[in-house]
């Protein structure tokens, strides 16, 4: 027993060390890839706490770690958590890659994506959400007192914004979020809208520049999105598939 225990706290140490060869050999004499260390940590997470370590955490893919593995604790979580919140993108696109879950959060009630948000991790951000977003793309806001749009231009009126569509978390029903971001370098979104609990007005597609408009029944707050080009409909999906969620 204590030799077999020592084979996988050798596996988990080589994964550290990035010993790829040498962690392929302690498997493959029996060296268990979800052994822990003091602080609950398995090889794999070890490996994705450093860019360094990519061969390591790739290899133990490979071999067989579990990529949703969970360490309970504050700034804990599974490997994509640590990945994510050290800002390794080459890291979480592997871990994504191979059937990570971003929607599970850990002890802070946090999901990869909010611990990428809050870290500032702007490349971590587009890459979590490219991956589980409904959409994503240029939107333009309109902004201002609704009785100006009679006396100025909607160009005037409206501003580009980059928004993302995305699930909230794991629970059933699916409950989703709209991020607004003002620019693709932006980490945090400057706005998030719980859409489970707004009224989604259809847009008119009669109308040369449909807009959609969302009312947050829970800030009393509207929002009047159209395409991110004036009179551009390729984006209308976006429109149809909000409206198919709260239809």
Not at 125 to 134: K, P
Request: glycine fraction near 6%; charged fraction near 20%.
């Amino acid at each position: 027993m204590g030799q077999q225990q020592s084979k996988d706290e050798l596996l988990y140490r080589h994964a550290v060390d990035g010993n790829i060869q040498v962690i392929s050999t302690l498997r493959r004499d029996g060296a268990s890839l979800e052994w822990v260390d003091r602080e609950g940590k398995t090889p794999l997470m070890a490996a994705c706490m450093s860019s360094e370590r990519f061969a390591a955490a790739r290899t133990l893919i490979e071999l067989g770690a579990d990529v949703n593995a969970y360490r309970p604790g504050h700034n804990a979580g599974t490997p994509l958590h640590h990945a994510a919140s050290r800002g390794l993108d080459n890291i979480v696109q592997l871990l994504l890659f191979h059937g990570a879950n971003a929607l599970i959060k850990n002890d802070d009630s946090q999901t990869p994506l909010q611990v990428a948000r809050v870290k500032g991790f702007s490349n971590v951000v587009r890459t979590i959400e490219s991956h589980i977003c409904i959409f994503s793309g240029w939107l333009r806001e309109f902004y201002g007192p609704s009785f100006l749009e009679v006396l100025a231009p909607n160009k005037l009126l409206s501003r580009k914004i980059w928004a993302v569509v995305d699930p909230h978390d794991s629970t059933k029903p699916l409950k989703l979020e709209l991020a607004i971001y003002s620019s693709l370098q932006d980490a945090q979104p400057r706005t998030v809208i719980s859409l489970w609990r707004t009224n989604v007005e259809e847009p008119n597609f009669q109308q040369l520049d449909p807009a959609v408009i969302i009312s947050d029944k829970s800030t009393k707050s509207q929002y009047k999105f159209a395409s991110g080009s004036h009179g551009d409909k390729h984006q209308l999906h976006f429109y149809t598939k909000l409206a198919l969620v709260f239809r």
